[in-house]
């Protein structure tokens, strides 16, 4: 199952995102970044500047983890937040062939395996996951 085509849809809508990885010790690291989904392939790729040289891709390349959050505040009152967050397998891919000029060669490419979305589909309220494959810490999916 991929994502859905509001999932999709809300991704697209969105200019950045918050990326949790796990250092070698174990400690949590969260950064913002850019990201892109991409369709053929039906992973989310993180790419920037000088990416392979930053901690989060280190963390990505040891632990071969990440979590993708993107959402928003649509409301302060009533309080109403949609969102989308992306679990799985992470990849540091060293040549990427970006057509993105601000990228360096370097992404962190995610291999969803846990999606869970909020807000999004007005048939669907509240919390919606579903998992994606089997998730294997060992960087295998």
């Known amino acids: 199952m991929t994502l859905t085509d509001i999932e999709r849809g809300y991704l697209a809508s969105q200019p950045l995102g ?3 990885t ?3 010790d174990g400690s949590p690291q969260n950064s913002p970044v850019g990201f892109a989904y991409d369709e053929r392939t039906g992973t989310v790729d993180i790419g920037g ?3 392979g040289a930053t901690r989060k891709f280190a963390n990505v390349m040891a632990t071969g983890v990440a979590a993708l959050v993107v959402d928003d505040l649509v409301a302060g009152d ?3 937040v949609r969102g989308v967050e992306i679990r799985g397998i992470a990849e540091a891919v ?3 062939e970006s057509t ?3 990228r360096s060669g370097e992404i962190i490419r995610i291999y969803r395996s846990r999606v869970i979305s909020w807000g999004l589909d007005p048939d ?3 919390m919606n996951g579903r998992t994606i494959g089997a998730f294997q810490a060992n960087g295998r999916h």
């Open 94 to 96: 060293t040549r990427d």
């Open 22 to 24: 796990v250092r070698v």
């Open 49 to 51: 500047m000088a990416m």
């Open 78 to 80: 009533p309080w109403t």
């Open 18 to 20: 918050r990326l949790a």
């Open 100 to 102: 993105f000029s601000y």
């Open 124 to 126: 669907r309220p509240g």
